[in-house]
Nanobody, 126 residues
Framework: QVQLVESGGGLVQAGGSLRLSCTASGRAFGRYAMGWIRQAPGKEREFVAAINWSGGSTYYSDSVKGRFTISRENAQTTVYLQMFSLKSDDTAVYFC???????????????????WGQGTQVTVSS
């Protein structure tokens, strides 16, 4: 299995940037797609971005496309989410997750993700 630990969250002004990191332990890291899912207070979990096992394919929600970039370094077993032009709507707890690519599609698929991190808070002040 894969264990995930996120870092890099914090408080930032609107228009600013942050980089989240997700470090994995476990031999299976390279087998899975990795991604980020966020949850704002009182809202459902929302897909943000995902990247396949090789890093050759990336996927983004429409709400972050063009502002966020996901990448992975398999040698360091780390996945990054670089966030630019942050908005107050980006305020949420961001969770790193691992699993098959299709499991990131929507809330009803998240149950098939094999591992989740504990989450890191991102707060964007306007």
């Amino acid at each position: 299995q894969v264990q995930l630990v996120e870092s890099g969250g914090g408080l930032v002004q609107a228009g600013g940037s942050l980089r989240l990191s997700c470090t994995a332990s476990g031999r299976a890291f390279g087998r899975y797609a990795m991604g980020w899912i966020r949850q704002a207070p009182g809202k459902e979990r929302e897909f943000v971005a995902a990247i396949n096992w090789s890093g050759g394919s990336t996927y983004y929600s429409d709400s972050v496309k063009g502002r966020f970039t996901i990448s992975r370094e398999n040698a360091q077993t780390t996945v990054y989410l670089q966030m630019f032009s942050l908005k107050s709507d980006d305020t949420a707890v961001y969770f790193c997750a691992a699993g098959p690519p299709w499991a990131f599609r929507s809330e009803r698929d998240y149950g098939d993700l094999v591992s989740w991190g504990q989450g890191t808070q991102v707060t964007v002040s306007s």
